[in-house]
């Protein structure tokens, strides 16, 4: 079975553009997850999703928002980009999801964001 | 104070050596993850865990839930082990996943 991919693996935008960042599911899974890293923060949890719904949301201002699709594809956007948000963007699928039930996740290569 | 504490933030070694990372965290969760990051961002997942202690090849990772306590071994450590350990918890109630700051582990030939 293919990896979790992530398009594009990296990327520089200048301050307030904005971007759209893609995560395909590991063939069969349902849920993906979001996270960024950065390293004053480390890895912090942005957004999942599962059958199309937000399950849950980190502690991300609005212009941090995310959608999926039928296919289970995610994407995620970020509008009016500051130089705080350069970082390593990580996606993750699992098989499923369910309240206070936990599915092994795997992670994707990650896309690497610059903003000048 | 973060709720998810690893120690030590790094760690160099021998190769052969038994390596032990720790992991405490402040409040009651469902399940524990400790997960390894290689230079260039990939992360894997090496256990998800909520009671016991569970084996892989080389590496077994056990949870004291009463302690609020995990621990990484790695038996007969190699240099291709070298990388970024990193434990996240997904407490009650709150189904984000909270990370660790990481152990940055260095094992030399």
């Known amino acids: 079975k293919a990896g979790v991919t992530q398009t594009p693996r990296y990327l520089i935008k200048t301050r307030g553009q904005q971007v759209t960042l893609s995560c395909s599911p590991i063939s069969g899974h349902r849920s993906v997850s979001w996270y960024q890293q950065t390293p004053g923060q480390g890895l912090q949890f942005l957004f999942e999703?599962?059958?199309?719904?937000?399950?849950n949301k980190g502690n991300f201002p609005g212009r941090f928002s995310g959608r999926q699709f039928s296919n289970s594809r995610s994407e995620m956007n970020v509008s009016t980009l500051e130089l705080g948000d350069s970082a390593l963007y990580l996606c993750?699928?699992?098989?499923?999801?369910?309240?206070?039930?936990?599915?092994?996740?795997?992670f994707g290569p990650g896309t690497r964001l610059t903003v000048t | 104070k973060n709720e998810v504490e690893q120690s030590p933030q790094n760690l160099t070694a021998q190769e052969g050596e038994f390596i032990t990372i720790n992991c405490s965290y402040s409040v009651g969760i469902s399940a524990l993850h400790w997960l390894q990051q290689h230079p260039g961002g990939g992360i894997v997942s090496l256990f998800m865990l909520s009671s016991g202690k569970k084996k892989h090849g080389r590496l077994i990772a056990t949870i004291n839930i009463q302690e609020k306590h995990s621990s990484l071994h790695i038996t007969a450590s190699h240099p291709r082990d070298s990388a970024v350990y990193i434990c996240?918890?997904?407490?009650?109630?709150?189904?984000?996943?909270?990370f660790g700051t990481g152990t940055r582990l260095t094992i030399i030939p």
């Open positions: 996240a918890v997904r407490p009650f109630g709150n189904e984000k996943l909270t």
């Open positions: 999703y599962f059958s199309e719904t937000q399950r």
């Open positions: 993750a699928s699992s098989s499923s999801w369910g309240a206070n039930t936990y599915y092994e996740q795997y």
